[in-house]
């Protein structure tokens, strides 16, 4: 770890602070620099602060993306014919809900479609996907051709972000050393194995929808909605749709456009006054036992009207269906008649190593 090149690399932290951009290569060698650890830890947390404080250009997420993808990412190979479709969120919002996109992936794969999620532990609120999955009975520190297999054989699997089974060169070194969000919530979101041409990704805030959708489509996605909700009456937001508010997106179509629209959920039918019942339980094993019995349609509340809403975007999304209200009301039809929580059954049976140790947790929580 030379001095040279810690100057060199403080003279590249110095100009973002200086609120100057970076090229798209120059933000790849800053992150492989970070990934390589040829710089100092504090370097390192130096410039992910100052990049995220300045704010983020698509160039740069590109760059940080490809540097991930490339150097410090698990490849996998899904059967042909297979069109996986990924949906999370970048996490850094303020307002922090229970974990709506793993119950919307649920139900999209109740719906045959192949969803390949890439997640993380929590960094920034209670609980994160791959904290929710492992509490449902999900074998988070499977192989990647584990999770490959869970994706063919059960239209769901989570490639943890945090594994070196999945990110084996620092990945997991990094974040598991800082509690802020930062650029790396958006590219490394994106480093997913099984490289999926179709998602629905929440940022967390308004400004990232157009650039994220762009990194995306730079980075070979053919589909894909990027949102950001809001709520009626606050300054704050979250990386999911919103049953709250207004949800606005922007969404990439296969003719190569970007579309802007947003969603009015009092037009759905699905707006809800009082947020605080979206906020997660104060400890996981409460919120997993809340979060199988809404999959098991044991619930009808906010939180069941904020999965019908993000489960509808990624049928359309997949171009499953002709429009949103579509979405919702396949959403709904799966729900209701249990198919959710038997592909969250078939999900955690396919997703282990020890299948029955899984499935009797998530009895467990029922």
């Not at 100009?15 to 970070?34: D, G, M, P």
């Not at 059967?79 to 229970?98: A, L, Q």
């Not at 009082?274 to 098991?296: G, H, K, S, V, Y």
Request: aromatic letters at 4%; a negative charge.
């Amino acid at each position: 770890m030379s001095q040279t090149k810690n100057r060199e690399f403080g003279a590249i932290i110095t100009r973002l602070i200086q609120k100057q951009n970076l090229t798209r290569k120059e933000s790849e060698h800053a992150f492989i620099s970070v990934l390589a650890n040829d710089i100092t830890e504090m370097q390192q947390g130096a410039f992910l602060a100052a990049l995220t404080a300045k704010g983020e250009t698509s160039a740069e997420v590109a760059g940080a993306w490809q540097a991930i993808y490339d150097l410090d990412t698990t490849k996998v190979r899904l059967d042909r014919g297979i069109r996986p479709v990924d949906n999370s969120g970048t996490g850094m919002d303020t307002f922090k809900t229970f974990n709506i996109s793993t119950a919307a992936a649920i139900v999209a794969a109740a719906g045959g479609i192949p969803m390949a999620r890439h997640g993380a532990r929590a960094i920034t609120s209670v609980c994160g996907t791959v904290d929710m999955a492992e509490a449902l009975g999900v074998d988070v520190e499977c192989t990647a051709h584990v999770v490959a297999n869970s994706i063919e054989t059960a239209k769901l699997g989570l490639f943890n972000g945090m594994s070196p089974n999945i990110h084996p060169m620092a990945l997991g070194r990094i974040l598991s050393q800082i509690c802020f969000g930062s650029t790396l919530n958006i590219a490394a979101s994106l480093a997913n194995p099984a490289l999926p041409s179709i998602g629905v990704r929440g940022v967390y805030s308004k400004e990232m929808i157009r650039p994220v959708a762009e990194v995306m489509q730079e980075i070979g996605y053919t589909r894909a909605i990027v949102l950001h909700g809001c709520l009626d009456g606050s300054d704050k937001g979250m990386d999911e749709a919103s049953v709250c508010g207004m949800t606005y997106c922007a969404q990439i179509l296969e003719t190569g456009l970007i579309q802007e629209f947003f969603i009015d959920p009092k037009k759905l039918g699905l707006a809800a006054k009082n947020p605080d019942d979206l906020c997660p339980e104060q400890d996981i094993t409460t919120e997993a036992r809340r979060f199988a019995a809404l999959i098991a349609n044991r619930e009808n509340s906010v939180r069941k009207d904020a999965v019908l809403l993000n489960a509808g975007l990624i049928f359309l999304a997949a171009g499953k269906t002709k429009d949103l209200e579509g979405g919702i009301e396949e959403a709904s039809r799966l729900l209701e008649k249990g198919l959710a929580f038997t592909a969250l059954e078939n999900w955690v049976s396919a997703q282990n190593r020890d299948p029955e140790k899984g499935l009797k947790k998530l009895h467990s929580l029922v």
